[in-house]
Nanobody, 125 residues
């Protein structure tokens, strides 16, 4: 499986961006796709995740109500719609895939088997 993230950029506070992650290779409805981010000098943190079936979705408290994760199974795409962006959202965003057997979202990065290359999101104040 290979993951390709895109859609990052520079945006003013209050603006929106949509990140995309294209998955190639075998996928399953039980697999889970996640978005993580890492700001300079900080630990990587969980942002959001969704099972390919769409039956399980989870958001970090810091983005709940502002970010929306979704999938397009036919295209093997996962999206992260980010609204009401804040300067503290500035980070490199990574998509990741967990070859889950159960389709249950987990937030620990160590559970994810494949990672994309990251896309930079910068929010100016």
């Amino acid at each position: 499986v290979q993951l390709q993230a895109s859609g990052g950029g520079l945006v003013q506070a209050g603006g929106s961006l949509r990140l995309s992650c294209a998955a190639s290779g075998r996928t399953s409805s039980t697999y889970v796709m996640g978005w993580f981010r890492q700001a300079p000098g900080k630990e990587r943190e969980f942002v959001a995740a969704i099972s390919w079936s769409g039956g399980s979705i989870y958001y970090a408290d810091s983005v709940k109500g502002r970010f929306t994760i979704s999938t397009d199974n036919a295209k093997k795409m996962v999206y992260l719609q980010m609204n009401s962006l804040k300067p503290e959202d500035t980070a490199v965003y990574y998509c990741a895939l967990d070859r889950s057997w159960y389709g249950v979202v987990v937030t620990g990065g160590s559970s994810y088997d494949y990672w994309g290359q990251g896309t930079q999101v910068t929010v100016s104040s």
